[in-house]
């Protein structure tokens, strides 16, 4: 059972749309009671990164995430979330936010929207992309992580759920992790 | 920064009903919209617009539509109000198309992003180019269903552009891709011709479209001045930084020299006052 994170800023009807086409048993919650008796957790996301915190933080799954031993694919806006900071929907000026820390890096706004299919070397093939930000590594400054394995967690920038055949495999590979 | 060129299919739907206009007159039926979803998903195109030409947003098809694509899909016709939008995304639209009410670009680049708020222009009527937006979906509307080629004047901009109308062959999507679109739509093609989006792309392929395809490759040139307006924007965020243009220049003198570094702003501001007489000797010949 996989449990897709419901904290109001996903774009989670596709997600669930792809999962029921892969034939993958899935619920729908914010509960963390229900989310830990799922074996996998996907944390989608579309939105900004302080919308998406501080969604996280009412809804108390903060400590849950970071310290989940499952199998976490974060999508998008919620591979950002697991980055060391982030200052997205934040007033200009002000400080970045902290981010959930599990994959490090620092979020930043890109020159140009980021929007189409792109190949991800790591995964040999096309998935398509749309983003305004990015999870900058530090000491890297023109290259940009696309997926991000370590250990127990999956982060991907761009949309499996809209990648076609490309994207179905991806998730497929992820629920046999 | 660049990515793979996209093939855009575009459905218009009026009364529930998929319709091909010519020049935006005379709609005429074809077949029911959700024969041409799954075909178009079954040949695994890169996205889709979706227009409900006569206003009416219809959720009941949208909803059905988004249950078996799996390709990001953008929505317009109709739309009024925050809360049409916010029932087209939790239906699944990842972008949605604004025309007329461009008032709600803003409101909706701040809750869902910028990626997701495209603006649709017809021209020759309209220019008014807006901020907040992801993409701008240009339409000629005098060359809507004509199939004779699109319009290749395309303004300049950093905003990924949509060029739409005219689509009749594969060459005219060589055309305005070596004219710098970032994606192209079309919708009388793959009705009235036996085209298919991966045809173009292979053709695409092919013919190597001119224009170099990067990945991961963030720098712009340097030199452009797009560096320094990056570094500036990135500043102005950090906070106890007062004027972010007096930094950014002391950074780039530390890290090029002073002489080098004045000859790079030169070059910068040379090639800014270029590309704005250009895109407004563009624009003056788009009308």
């Not at chain 2, 994606?183 to 036996?194: G, P, Q, R």
């Amino acid at each position: 059972m996989v449990g897709i994170i419901d904290y109001g800023a996903g774009n989670i009807r596709s997600l669930s749309n792809a999962l029921t086409h892969l034939g993958i048993e899935h619920t729908i919650s914010h509960d963390k009671n229900v989310l830990d008796t799922c074996s996998h957790l996907i944390l989608p996301g579309v939105g900004s990164f302080r919308y998406g915190m501080e969604q996280l933080e009412r809804y108390g799954l903060v400590e849950f995430l970071k310290n989940t031993k499952k199998p976490l694919l974060g999508i998008c806006l919620g591979m950002q979330l697991m980055a060391g900071q982030g200052a997205e929907g934040l007033p200009s000026g002000s400080d970045y936010m902290a981010g959930l820390g599990i994959i490090g890096g620092t979020v930043e706004e890109l020159p140009s929207p980021h929007v189409g299919w792109d190949t991800v070397q790591e995964l040999h093939n096309d998935f398509y992309f749309t983003h305004h930000y990015r999870v900058a590594i530090p000491g890297t400054f023109d290259w940009m992580p696309y997926f991000v394995k370590h250990n127990n967690v999956w982060a991907c920038q761009f949309h499996p759920e809209k990648s076609q055949e490309s994207g179905l495999q991806f998730l497929k590979d992820f629920y046999a992790l | 920064m660049l990515c793979k060129i996209r093939i855009i299919p575009v459905l218009t739907v009026s009364d529930g009903k998929l319709v091909k206009t010519i020049q935006f007159q005379n709609p005429r039926n074809l077949n029911s919209p959700m024969a041409a979803v799954r075909l178009f998903n079954s040949r695994n195109v890169d996205e889709m617009v979706i227009l409900f030409i006569d206003g009416k947003i219809d959720f009941e098809l949208f909803d059905e539509i988004s249950r078996e694509c799996f390709m990001p899909l953008a929505v317009g016709g109709g739309i009024k109000t925050m809360e049409d939008v916010d029932r087209l995304f939790s239906l699944g639209a990842d972008k949605v198309v604004i025309r007329t009410h461009t008032e709600l670009c803003k409101p909706i680049a701040e809750k869902y992003g910028e990626q997701a708020v495209v603006q649709s222009l017809d021209i020759p009527r309209m220019y008014d180019f807006q901020p907040f937006v992801g993409e701008y979906l240009i339409t000629d509307t005098r060359l809507d269903g004509m199939m004779t080629g699109y319009n290749i004047v395309i303004p300049r901009s950093d905003v990924p552009i949509i060029v739409n109308g005219g689509a009749g062959k594969p060459e005219h999507f060589l055309e305005a891709y070596n004219a710098g679109a970032s994606a192209l739509a079309a919708s009388s093609i793959w009705f009235y011709t036996e085209t298919t989006p991966t045809m173009v792309k292979q053709y695409l392929h092919e013919h190597g479209g001119t224009r170099p395809v990067t990945n991961n490759n963030m720098k712009p040139k340097l030199g452009s001045g797009a560096r320094f307006a990056a570094l500036k924007k990135k500043l102005a965020k950090r906070s106890g930084v007062t004027n972010p243009g007096a930094l950014a220049a002391a950074i780039g003198r530390k890290k090029y020299g002073k002489k080098k570094f004045a000859a790079l702003g030169t070059k910068g501001r040379k090639q800014s006052s270029q590309d704005y007489a250009k895109s407004k000797k563009m624009k003056m010949k788009a009308y």
